[in-house]
């Protein structure tokens, strides 16, 4: 969905929160497959998905237009893949990678570290951006405290339960800091400023 905030009447973004295909459930043939080259299957549609809202977001769909926006979710791809790369074609700027450099990361699959969570910003709104980081409290749990009852007796399930944030997710949560600036009024020769 897409919120518009509004603060005081006059700071406004909008923020996109959206979950891209995942890579399981490989078709067997087709460009969704898994064609090897580290993206897992589905990347196409993941690819399509990208395209799809940049040219959504052109449209200013909340009906206000401001170029100022934030793309959340689980997008269900890596920093250097396709579907990452359409947002950063399309101006927009990875967060994590901008604010934390290479040692960005929000999930952790067979002990290799990356992110598939992501904050972009589009470029007007990247330069009222405070800062960024993934709010480390699931990816480094171990997953025998996570939220499923798989492999766990009656006991553990309440031993092991903790009413904290801790392992709610196996996804770090990305928190960004962002100081709206009211846009500055257009200049003309023939008005006076008082």
Same mark, same amino acid.
């Not at 490989?26 to 064609?35: H, M, R, W």
């Not at 993934?134 to 996570?146: F, M, R």
């Given at each position: 969905g897409v919120a518009d905030v509004v603060a005081g009447?006059?700071? !406004?973004?909008q923020v996109v929160d959206h979950h891209l295909k995942s890579k399981g459930s490989?078709?067997? =043939?087709?460009?969704? $497959?898994?064609?090897g080259d580290g /993206?897992?299957?589905?990347?196409?549609?993941?690819? $399509?998905? $990208?395209e799809a809202m940049i040219d959504w977001l052109a449209t200013y769909p909340t009906g206000v237009v401001d170029d100022d926006v934030l793309i959340t979710g689980d997008l269900n791809s890596y920093?250097?893949?396709?579907?990452? /790369? #359409?947002?950063?074609d399309a101006g927009y700027v990875d967060l994590h990678s901008h604010f934390e450099g290479d040692d960005a990361y929000g999930y952790v699959f067979d002990g290799q570290w990356g992110y598939l969570d992501h904050a972009l910003a589009s470029p007007s709104l990247f330069e009222q951006v405070t800062g960024a980081a %993934?709010?480390?409290?699931?990816?480094?749990?171990?997953? #025998?405290?996570?939220y499923n009852h798989d492999f766990k007796s009656p006991g553990q399930l #309440? %031993?092991?339960?903790?009413?904290?944030?801790? !392992?709610?997710?196996?996804h770090d949560p990305v928190v960004v800091g962002?100081?709206?600036? $009211?846009p500055l009024?257009?200049? =003309?020769?023939?008005e006076v400023y008082d």
């Open positions: 009447g006059a700071l !406004r973004l490989c078709p067997n =043939s087709g460009p969704d $497959a898994d064609l /993206q897992g299957c589905w990347t196409a549609a993941r690819v $399509a998905a $990208a920093a250097k893949e396709n579907p990452i /790369q #359409v947002f950063l %993934s709010y480390h409290i699931n990816a480094d749990e171990p997953s #025998v405290l996570d #309440v %031993s092991l339960y903790a009413p904290d944030e801790f !392992r709610t997710s196996d962002i100081g709206l600036a $009211a009024p257009a200049w =003309s020769p023939t």
